[in-house]
T-cell receptor, first 111, second 110 residues
Framework: QKEVEQNSGPLSVPEGAIASLNCTYS??????FFWYRQYSGKSPELIMS??SNGDKEDGRFTAQLNKASQYVSLLIRDSQPSDSATYLC???????????WGAGTKLIIKP | DAGITQSPRHKVTETGTPVTLRCHQT?????MYWYRQDPGHGLRLIHY???????DKGEVSDGYSVSRSKTEDFLLTLESATSSQTSVYFC?????????FGPGTRLTVT
């Protein structure tokens, strides 16, 4: 059974600090990775995608991939209260090309 | 929001009754998905469709069936609802490798 693991949190971070979220995956052949944000009572929305060819930065968000250790990180710089949400990590399975989802990490940004 | 709507948005039903959830999209996407989301679990794929009348099972398909008679509509049916099917159900489409989700249906089976 292919798995994606995340710490459920909550992870509490002061406003303006860097929030660091991590995700580990079991399928060594996976090459596509996604971070979704989900506000309470809402649907998930994509914030970052990263592929096996390197890290990616988009505004305050940076996604990092460590294939040797099989984990993906999401860094949020200058954290804002509006970043408070659950962050879902998803990985495309190398065997059936379906997304495998982690259960999410709840992030709380404290003013 | 990728033009995805779900109906109903909330439903309470009794054990043993049939329930149908509807997903409607307006942008002619080929791939459509049904997921359920439960506390402590990631999103779990129930069924998906890759075209009209073309569907396949996901990882948690037992107790669910689907139909897609038109490109824009993907129906999820619980033939005989059980309490274990209490969940939030999300429909999604795939566009350019990205999943876009509908607003969700909260289903409670009593």
């Amino acid at each position: 059974q292919k798995e994606v693991e995340q710490n459920s949190g909550p992870l509490s971070v002061p406003e303006g600090a860097i929030a660091s979220l991590n995700c580990t995956y079991s399928d060594r052949g996976s090459q596509s990775f996604f971070w979704y944000r989900q506000y309470s009572g809402k649907s998930p929305e994509l914030i970052m995608s990263i592929y096996s060819n390197g890290d990616k930065e988009d505004g305050r968000f940076t996604a990092q991939l460590n294939k040797a250790s099989q984990y993906v990180s999401l860094l949020i710089r200058d954290s804002q209260p509006s970043d408070s949400a659950t962050y879902l990590c998803a990985v495309i399975s190398d065997s059936n090309y379906q997304l495998i989802w982690g259960a999410g990490t709840k992030l709380i940004i404290k003013p | 929001d990728a033009g995805i709507t779900q109906s109903p948005r909330h439903k309470v039903t009794e054990t043993g009754t049939p329930v149908t959830l509807r997903c409607h999209q307006t942008e002619n996407h080929r791939y459509m998905y049904w997921y359920r989301q439960d506390p402590g679990h990631g999103l779990r794929l129930i069924h998906y469709s890759y075209g009209v009348k073309d569907t396949d099972k996901g990882e948690v398909s037992d107790g669910y069936s689907v139909s897609r008679s038109k490109t824009e509509d993907f129906l999820l049916t619980l033939e005989s609802a059980t309490s274990s099917q209490t969940s939030v159900y999300f429909c999604a489409i795939s566009s350019g490798g990205t999943k876009y989700f509908g607003p969700g249906t909260r289903l409670t089976v009593t």
